[in-house]
DNA sequence: GGTTAATATGAAACTCTTTGCATAAGCCCA
DNA sequence: TGGGCTTATGCAAAGAGTTTCATATTAACC
């Protein structure tokens, strides 16, 4: 139910297309949320339906035409009201951490192997974390200020996986010294 | 689709039922999986069905009965088989974070108590980490070398709130100071 | 004596998410 | 001229998860 609450989100932010969200979410809130083109696209045609998004169809050249959605009023004002409201417990679901827990099925050189395939992958995604920062500090004064709180999740999103990478790097040292 | 092996870890562990399970989850993996107890028992009825385990009726006094269910050689094949295979990628999803990047639409006051609410529910968290973490330190020393993997995800989990923790208290200096 | 909590299981309806398929134009490279 | 990538949108079906309701026993509490 969140789904819709962050693509308003960004649609308050800046009115775009199931495209450009879609890249949004990936270059700007992967810290925090992940979604498919095809949840994008259900969730924008319902907003639609319901008259929280205006949507403006926009011919391109070159391109398939454009269909750049907006919040309407109502959608502005459903936003409000969610943000004001008690945020929904965050779910928890990591497999990785399954398999870890049923590691007894493991030899120690494929646990290895599997803690430095996720080591990889957050590093990975620190350094994306570092660049999207590297962009925020870069941008005017007026927006830092303006979206403060929006870079304050980036930075926690950032920690995060610097525990993360450093729980991993101590699981390799251990298991490398058997 | 990891719930299934999540339930067939436990019960690899040990046997139990699905009330049992439901209580194990909240006891023991918390920190990387939830699950309602109508999830337990429709998963255990299909992994019935589809021979992964088995179940004895334990007729039982003062309480209703309880279906007792444990791996079968094939279920034991199947996880083992599961464990090995690259873990699927993890989904992020934060209600709460996605309030705070729409924070414009929240007086600081409010934005200090929605941190304040969050800061409360990670210390309980975090609590409840520590004393799992207790009853691991107090187990018998064979317990913990088998259980060396799965008590290393106990150990990140505590650490991933120690940040969130340490985050939230900064947040809110921030927010305090004005 | 009535209420509430814990133990124990399950059906049904519903929503949300994922996966696979389909379309279509333009661009770049070989 | 054919193959693959990016932009751009969407449907259908299956799978996963939530919510609501239902049942039954015991024990503790007021």
Redesign the pocket.
């Known amino acids: ?1 969140s ?1 819709r609450y962050a693509v308003l989100t960004l649609l308050d932010i800046e009115p775009g ?4 969200l879609k890249r949004r979410f990936e270059r700007s809130v992967s810290h925090f949320w992940s ?5 994008m ?2 969730e ?2 319902r907003l639609h339906d319901e008259g929280l998004l205006d949507c403006a169809e926009q011919p ?1 050249e ?6 750049v959605y907006s919040l309407t009023d109502s959608g502005r004002e459903a936003l409000r009201e969610w943000v004001q409201r008690p945020a929904p417990a965050q ?1 928890i ?1 990591e497999p990785f951490l399954i398999q870890l827990f049923a590691g007894h099925h493991l030899s120690r050189d494929q646990a290895r192997d599997a803690v430095q395939r996720q080591l990889d992958e957050h590093r990975a995604l620190l350094d994306s974390y570092l660049e999207q920062n590297e962009r925020v500090l870069n941008s005017d004064s007026e927006l830092q200020e303006r979206y403060w709180l929006a870079h304050q999740t980036l930075l926690l999103g950032i920690e995060a996986e610097r525990t993360w990478i450093a729980w991993a790097e101590r699981m390799l040292r251990e298991l490398e010294r058997g």
């Open positions: 139910m789904l297309s199931g495209y450009d979604a498919s083109h095809q949840q696209y259900r924008l045609h391109q070159g391109k398939p035409d454009k269909k779910k679901r």
